[in-house]
């Protein structure tokens, strides 16, 4: 949005929040937590630049956020990630193929389940396009 509005020199600013944030949080982190506090204050001072970028953006062109979808997005990724855990800890004593095929099953079933609960037409979609393109091979 910054290039886009021809207002580069709002970058500045919001580099200035990250760096501030990082050279703050190094010297509070690093002193007791040597490597780990240098990248958590690393991280930190990004995710404060990423904040400034975010509030100058919406300040510059306002685009409403579809929280919801992203809800449902995390909610989704969360439970494929659970099952494909699950399920490959439950078969952990056998060969690695086994753990990685149930787990890619289950997550791929969660996935395709908790899509279909809230968008069941693009799941359904998804199935007639399968099936047609098994049918043509």
Avoid: Y
Avoid at 53 to 80: F, H, K, Q
Avoid at 106 to 135: C, D, E, S, Y
Wanted: glycine letters at 8%.
């Amino acid at each position: 949005m910054v290039h886009a509005h021809k207002r580069p020199w709002l970058l500045i600013i919001a580099n200035s929040f990250g760096s501030v944030a990082t050279i703050s949080l190094s010297f509070l982190l690093i002193p007791t937590m040597a490597e780990v506090g240098a990248a958590l204050a690393l991280a930190g001072g990004s995710l404060a630049g990423l904040a400034a970028c975010i509030v100058i953006a919406e300040r510059l062109t306002p685009v409403p956020v579809p929280w919801r979808d992203i809800a449902v997005s995390a909610i989704i990724s969360i439970c494929t990630g659970l099952a494909a855990s699950l399920a490959s800890t439950a078969l952990g004593n056998m060969p690695a193929i086994f753990p990685l095929a149930a787990g890619g099953v289950a997550g791929a079933a969660a996935f395709l389940g908790l899509t279909w609960l809230f968008h069941p037409a693009a799941v359904t979609q998804f199935i007639g396009k399968l099936r047609a393109r098994l049918r043509i091979a």
